[in-house]
């Protein structure tokens, strides 16, 4: 597959954020409703003890949890004075593993998300490969085999991952539109 080189902005000419893509500065939310939503139900699923079992330090965690619980409810039907301190630890144990729970569930759907974008594009990609006898097709980037050779010009998107093999190229504030230098071979 074939792409182009990426280059730095030229200094001076930028504010925080123009190191970054212009899709990426107006991408999804912190808090996007649909990964929450995600999140959170990943969040309980995961306190399946065969699933904490891989992370060692929350499964201990949670093993705390559940035998404070135990007590806690123990201390409950026994009418023992003094549960409160109980149950708060009780409370903050579990809040513990269902928040690490929940970090690592949107970590897990914001890259999902990202995946599925990319993996978008690159389907829905139309890029100029040149094949035999020189002739150019417009062929899917799904299409694209090692070895083939690709014409980017600006405003095209870079179809996958590859050397720039004749011309100049780059990629200045938007790696995701993937302009480059018109006649790029790549």
């Given at each position: 597959?074939?792409?182009?080189?990426?280059?730095?902005?030229?200094?001076?000419?930028?504010?925080?954020?123009?190191?970054?893509?212009?899709?990426l500065v107006r991408a999804r939310p912190l808090f996007d409703p649909e990964i929450v939503r995600r999140a959170l139900k990943d969040s309980f699923l995961k306190l399946n003890p065969a699933v904490q079992f891989k992370n060692p330090v929350m499964f201990v965690v949670e093993v705390g949890a559940a035998v404070t619980t135990v007590l806690l409810l123990r201390d409950l039907l026994t009418r023992t004075p003094g549960t409160g301190f109980s149950l708060q630890i009780a409370i903050w144990?579990?809040?513990?593993?269902?928040?690490?729970?929940?970090?690592?569930a949107?970590?897990?759907?914001?890259?999902?998300a990202q995946a599925d974008s990319l993996?978008?594009?690159?389907?829905?990609?139309?890029?100029?490969?040149?094949?035999?006898?020189?002739?150019?097709?417009?062929?899917?980037?799904?299409?694209?085999?090692?070895?083939?050779v690709v014409i980017c010009e600006?405003?095209?998107?870079?179809?996958?991952?590859?050397?720039?093999?004749?011309?100049?190229?780059?990629v200045d504030e938007s790696v995701i539109t993937g302009e480059s230098a018109p006649g790029t071979r790549v």
């Open positions: 597959m074939s792409t182009t080189t990426v280059t730095a902005p030229t200094p001076g000419t930028a504010d925080m954020t123009s190191f970054l893509p212009r899709k144990l579990w809040f513990t593993v269902v928040f690490a729970n929940f970090a690592e949107m970590a897990e759907a914001r890259g999902k993996r978008k594009t690159k389907t829905d990609s139309i890029a100029k490969r040149i094949g035999a006898k020189n002739k150019v097709e417009e062929v899917p980037a799904s299409r694209f085999r090692a070895g083939d600006v405003g095209d998107i870079i179809p996958g991952d590859g050397e720039v093999i004749e011309g100049i190229a780059t």
